[in-house]
């Protein structure tokens, strides 16, 4: 599975989401859509206008994304992952 996560810096709900994701071991790419005037395309075509966006690629069953800070979608991650620890 590939996990990426859309922030920026300065964004709490951008933090939290990153340290759940750690906390629970999982390996995570993060995209700072302030850096590149194209970074935040991908999920500007998703239909998000905000971060963090958590898209998670390779699922069995496609793709799963999620704005916002979801303690509750990465728990289930992690349980998916066989890596359940508690976001």
């Known amino acids: 599975m590939k ?5 920026k ?14 906390r629970n071991h999982i390996p995570f790419e993060e995209i700072d859509v302030t850096k590149t005037p194209d970074a935040a395309d991908p999920i ?3 239909g998000y206008r905000g971060v963090p966006v958590v898209i998670v690629e390779g699922l069995p069953d496609g793709t799963d994304h999620w704005g ?3 303690p509750e ?3 289930a991650l992690a349980y998916l992952m066989g890596e359940g620890r508690g976001a």
């Open 9 to 22: 810096p300065r964004c709490m709900p951008c933090a939290g989401t990153k340290r759940a994701l750690t």
């Open 44 to 46: 500007l075509e998703l």
């Open 3 to 7: 996990v990426t996560v859309y922030s």
């Open 73 to 75: 979608k990465i728990e």
């Open 68 to 70: 916002d800070y979801r």
